[in-house]
Structures are given as C-alpha cells and as structure tokens.
C-alpha cells in the first residue's frame, strides 16, 4: 500500500508566510498551485502547503521526521531562523520547534544520536 501526505498549513499574511517557508525549507516552493496556494514537496508523494486562509492561521502543528536531524537544524539556523523550542524524549527522539509568524508550529524530529 502506497500512502501519499498533503498537509496544509493556513496563513494571514501571505509574502510574508512565503518568504519564511522558504528560509525554513531552504527553497522556493516546488509549484504554485493558486495565487493564494504554494506547494513545497518534501519527499515523494509528501507535500507541505501554505494558503492564504486568514480565518484559520495560527492553529497548525506539523511535524516532520527527517534523516538528517543535526544537519537540517544547522542549515535553518543558518538561513537566519532558530528553534523556539528544543526537546529530547524518554527514548531519545529529539525535535526542533519553529513556529511561522502567524504561530503555526513546524517540527522536525530525529532518531536517537
């Protein structure tokens, strides 16, 4: 069975939302789907959006499991954007919180070092 991912996140203010997805993902979307809609493609088959809904901004939680934990948070930070929030877990799972101006959280998690 193949599983394909399409989350969406909604924001007030839409070139702002723009310009700090792409410091967080490290690149320009992958396709515009509408003028209001921006898709970035994560891996095969997973996608992350951004659209202008201001009625339901803020109100997100994602979180992305990625292989290359240590090395993603560093290229973030050095695009000019740091973890609210930092946590290691019982079993050592650790994740990195970002939260968009709007307050939408963004996670990425990573195996045990």
């Avoid at 994602?62 to 929030?85: H, K, M, N, S, Y």
């Amino acid at each position: 069975m193949s599983v394909d991912l399409f989350a969406c996140i909604s924001v007030r203010d839409f070139p702002a939302a723009l310009s700090w997805y792409e410091r967080l993902l490290g690149t320009p979307p992958a396709f515009v789907a509408s003028p209001d809609e921006v898709v970035w493609e994560l891996a095969e088959h997973r996608s992350l959006a951004v659209e202008h809904r201001p009625e339901h901004a803020g109100h997100a939680l994602t979180t992305v499991f990625v292989g290359d934990f240590d090395e993603r948070v560093a290229a973030i930070a050095a695009r000019g954007l740091e973890p609210v929030q930092r946590e290691t877990y019982g079993n050592g799972v650790r994740k990195a919180v970002y939260r968009d101006p709007d307050g939408n959280e963004i996670g990425f998690g990573g195996a045990p070092e």
